[in-house]
Structures are given as C-alpha cells and as structure tokens.
C-alpha cells in the first residue's frame, strides 16, 4: 500500500462562483442588483466541472491557421477546439459581448460587467473577441450610416461562427488591428495606406504586426488615408461571398493567452469603410481602445478572484505540521492580504462600470471621474494581476506549479491585460495627459475621493495634491499607483466592511507594508476579512 492518497485537497467543483460578497454588492450598488438571478445562474454554471474542462481543453488544443484548403485556394481561416465554441456560446448568449448597447435598461454595462468577471474565470483568452466586439461598438457610433447597418449584428445574442457574408449572419464578432512593426504604440508612423475608391469605399495596402482575434468577422483598423490617419471597419468576407484581401500571415506563438488567437496580417487592397473623418483614426479607435482598457481591468481582477479562491480551498483542506494550512498564522496573514487586493479590485471595476453605464447614458459628471480614474486603473490595478497570482500560486506550494492545478495557466494569463490597449508607462502616461488637458477630471476624481469622509482618505489626497503640484514625466507610474490606491481605498472605506477597509487603509497608505504579501501590521481583523473572502 504505497499509494494510498490522502490529505489531498479535492476538486473545487460545484458552486457558485458568483457567490462572492463584494461583487453582489457592487453589483446592487452601481444600479445593476435586477440582474442578481442572471449572474448567479451564470455562477453556477462557471463552477462546474464541465465548464472548467472547458477551459481546460481551449488551452490544451489552441487554434491553428490553415492558410490554404486541399486545393491550394487562399482561405485564411482559423481552427478551435469544440471547447473554445463552447465558451464563447455562453459568453455570447449572455451578452458578455456587445448586448449592454442595446438595452436601455441603467446598470446593463454593469451586469455584463460582472458576467465577463465570472466567466472570465472559468478562461480568460476567449475573452479577446468578446471584449473587442464590446468595444467596437463605442467606435462604430462615429458613423451613423455604419452604425444602423452593423451595430444590431454585433448586439445580436447569436454566436454564429465562420466566414460567411456578414448579412447571412444572426450574430458577428469584431476584432481590432492597431499596430505595426516598426511603431507599437506609436500608432502615427504607421505605414498601412488607404487608397479611396471612389465608391466611399477605400482599398488598404500593408500590414499589422498584432491583429487581435483574427477569426472575427469585422476589423477595426487604422491606416494612413489622404486626410492622415484614419480608423476603418474591414469586414473578412465582402457582400458578394468573396474573401477580402487581408492575408493571415501567422499566429503569434504567445507566453499565455493561448486559446485565443493573435495574428500578423498583410492587406492587398483590402476593402473597407471608414469609420469617423479622414486624420481622426485615434480620437475616433479610442473609443474602443477606453472601453477595451475597462475589461483589462475586469479582466486582472477576475484573475484575483480565481487565484484567491484556489488559494483558500486549498488552505481549508491541506494539513501541514498537524494542522489546516487556513489556522497557519503567516499563511492567514498572506490570504488575508490577497483578499484585499482582490476585493479593492472588484469593488473598483464595478465603480468604473457604473460610471461607463452612466457616462454612456449622458452623465457627464461621471464620465469625467471615468476618465481620470479609468487610465489609472488600467496601469495598477493590471500590474498587481501578475503579483497576485504567483503569490496565490504559492499558497498550493508545489502542487500550485503543475498544470493540474490551473495555477500556472492563470499566472501566465495574467501580465496580458497590462500589455494590452497600452502598456504600463503608456497608461501611466495617459493619467498625466489628463491631469494636463482635463483639470475638471482631476477634480471629478479627488471629489470621488473625499465622499469617504475620512481623516487618513483626506491625508493620503493631501500628500497626492503635493506630488501632481510638481509632477514630471518620469513621476507618472508613481502618480498612477497612488491614485487607484486612493481610490480604492474610499471605495473601501464607504462600501466594506470595517475589518476590510481599515487593513487596507493600514497597509496601502499608511507605509507601514512590507514587500510582499502577507506582512501586515499587527492588530487586523483578519478572521473577519478571511470569512468575507470565503
């Protein structure tokens, strides 16, 4: 009998995973509580053990670009395992993707806020094309002729995969093309042209070194038009049937991310439709870009979420030196530290989704706040993604590095949403691109701040106000992380409980920290903040 197992911690299988405080709440709060049945039906689902070989499968099997049929014709098109159609039926039928748009109901971009949380957390790569879909929207509204020809295929609850003539469609799916070899994020030496047709229609000529989600049917796309840069919509097959020319060159072989495909393509007089006004392609594709950066943020705190819950399962039923790993004082001390990393994460992404659901309806208070608050979040609340995970990893020691234990693709996953729609110091920038052209969004943003009514709130705002007075641009990482951490800790202070927002408090603003997780100060409730987590 040497293999007798015991003391192995089983499957987490079988709940809720919407059964999470601060996100019901946040949900209530931010005008989307109607939506509580929905969410949880969602949950339940997300915590089977089928959807979680789902996700399994999706990365176990990643796509494959066939360029070619037996024939040697040209066809470009991109191969999922059935598990990768399996999520994005879900994700599609629960308007995770474009679906807020069409509703007139306050609090829809919240309740599908907090769907792409949960469901995210089942696997995280299919939710490119269903972020970008979501996204595309805000773009397309530029051009009202696109619009009511295009925005009720995106909104459509249909997933209907393959290229086929978008009109034949009950439901499309949008992606994005943005960047080229030689400029990244420099966006304006890119080269791609746009040549007009004469038609209204223009042909693009050259390339794009990252086209996210590649096996969609429409393409936002920037190029070079007469008028300057310019943001297009390029559909994959034209009216007629026939495939436009936009060639899959190859699919980029990523660090993580993988069940979702990323392409390098070349356009050979591609047809397409411009989108805004000839020389306004990046105020007209920032749109998207805003919305997409949202979901950045969703997206890593959904990735905490995943992580602090393993790491709690596998502490209440893993015994160590006599005793559960969860009654471990320094290993308490470290969960009770992921706990609030996450739940300052959550309850933030339901706050800039209800300032989305609110500035999209014409509050413009909120959308200034959305703007200061959104490009700060998008730099912290993505770069804590990767930190949290490892340290959740190692909450199951060994058994958290195998691949059994979903640990490693999660921290693998993790880093994608701070590179995405603008890296660190490209975020970081934008905020001191706000505070320079937009005082009333700083000021939208400290009066947030201050509904707290709080003494160390109000001194952490004081010591903010001195740094932007001097601001420089090497200042604008540190700007960035202290804002959001303001921000979350108001958030805190108002909608937490005493336990959560004093320990976070404690520790984010008052210096008294340490360099990793789990060195709190002493005097913490941390019982109270484990049993919320839980």
């Known amino acids: 009998m040497t293999h007798e197992v015991f003391n192995q911690v089983p499957p987490l299988v079988g709940h809720d995973v919407a059964a999470d405080a601060a996100l019901l709440e946040g949900l209530a709060r931010e005008g989307a509580g109607w939506a509580a049945e ?48 399996q999520l994005m039926t879900v994700a599609v039928e629960n308007g995770l993707h474009a679906a807020p748009w069409a509703s007139d109901r306050p609090g829809a971009h919240v309740a599908r806020a907090a769907k792409f949380f949960i469901w995210s957390q089942v696997e995280a790569g299919h939710g490119c094309p269903i972020s970008m879909t979501y996204s595309a929207v805000a773009a397309l509204r530029h051009s009202p002729e696109l619009r009511a020809e295009w925005e009720p295929r995106l909104t459509s609850c249909a997933y209907d995969f393959g290229l086929r003539p978008p009109a034949e469609k009950r439901g499309i799916l949008a992606g994005m093309a943005m960047t080229e070899k030689q400029g990244g994020s420099d966006v304006r030496s890119n080269t791609t042209k746009a040549e007009p047709l004469g038609d209204g229609t223009y042909a693009l000529t050259g390339h ?37 020319a936009m060639r899959l060159i190859r699919l980029k072989d990523k660090l993580g991310n993988r069940s979702n495909a990323s392409a390098e393509v070349e356009y050979e007089g591609a047809i397409a439709y411009l989108v805004g006004e000839e020389g306004r392609g990046v105020r007209t594709i920032i749109e998207m870009v805003n919305m997409t950066r949202l979901d950045c ?45 996450s739940e300052a994460a959550t309850t933030l992404m339901l706050r800039l989704a ?12 909120e959308a200034l706040f959305r703007r200061a608050a959104l490009a700060a979040a998008k ?16 909450c199951l020691g060994g058994n958290g590095y195998v691949e059994d234990s979903q640990m490693p693709r999660l921290l693998r996953e ?26 009333e969004a700083v000021e939208a943003f400290f009066a ?38 303001l921000l979350q800790a108001s958030l805190l202070v108002r909608h937490a409980p005493a336990a959560v927002a004093d320990a976070f408090c404690a520790t984010r603003l008052s210096g008294e920290w340490g360099r990793a997780f789990g060195t709190l100060p002493s005097g913490l409730d941390l019982e109270a903040i484990l049993e919320r987590a839980s």
């Open 208 to 244: 794009k070194w990252f086209n996210s989600a590649p096996m969609c049917d429409i393409f936002f796309v920037l190029a070079q038009a007469p008028g300057g840069l310019s943001c297009f919509l390029l559909p994959r097959v034209l009216p007629d049937g026939t495939r436009n």
């Open 448 to 485: 947030e701040v201050a509904l707290a009514g709080d003494a160390r709130i109000t001194k952490a705002a004081d010591r903010l106000r001195a740094l932007l007075a001097s601001a420089t641009e090497a200042d604008a990482r540190r700007i960035a992380e202290e804002m959001t951490l």
């Open 354 to 365: 209800g300032a989305t659901d609110r500035a999209i309806r014409g509050d413009e208070a």
């Open 414 to 439: 993790s880093p994608v949403n701070s590179v995405w729609e603008g890296s660190g110091n490209v975020a970081a920038l934008d905020v001191l691109r706000v505070l320079a052209r937009q005082p």
């Open 38 to 85: 929905e969410i949880h039906r969602l949950g339940v689902l997300a915590g089977t053990a089928e959807a979680q070989e789902w996700g399994r499968l999706a990365n176990e099997y990643p796509p494959v670009l066939r360029t070619h049929d037996r024939y040697g014709h040209r066809i470009d098109e991109v191969e999922f395992h059935p598990a990768w159609h």
């Open 297 to 341: 943020v969703i997206g890593s705190a959904a990735g905490m979420r995943f992580g602090l819950t393993q790491a709690l399962h596998h502490a209440k039923h893993r015994r160590v030196f006599g005793k559960l790993l969860i009654d471990q004082p320094l290993m308490r001390a470290v969960l009770a530290d992921l706990a609030l990393e």
């Open 379 to 394: 730099y912290w609340v993505t770069k804590r993604g990767p930190v949290h995970a490892a340290e959740a990893l190692e």
